[in-house]
């Protein structure tokens, strides 16, 4: 297996990737019960050394649910009926969590609200208050 090129600057070898072909599921007639073209490709993201440990860090819980206990990816593909096609699916996949584990986020920066704001929460607040107090009972006159 030839390494995965995630971008210009990212790769990862293949000797982090593995991969096995299983009978697929679903129609296809005979040739489902004959011929193994789901692909389950795993990569060992616990001893991976291709990807720092931020992104790492970041892909452990993007691909949290795909995880084993040994720290393996599992992506499964079975797009097509050929084992082939659907290793480089499978590949792609693997290729696009990886990149976006690669995007570091943003930290988001706590900012109080304006003045102006408050003061139109409050006299919103009041306007409803007393629009709500004219909700009362209505009485009749000959009580």
Known sequence: MEPLVINERTSIAARWLSYTA????????QNVNKVASKVELYFDLASCEDLTAPVRARLATLAH???DSTGRVRIVSQATRDQAKN???AREKLAELVRAALHVPRL??????TRSSQRRRMDTKRRDSQKKQLRGRVRGGDD
Request: glycine residues 16%; hydrophobic residues 25%; without cysteine.
């Open 87 to 89: 290793l480089e699916d």
């Open 65 to 67: 649910k795909r995880m």
């Open 108 to 113: 988001r920066r706590a900012t109080k609200p």
């Open 22 to 29: 299983v009978r697929s599921s679903g129609a296809g007639g």
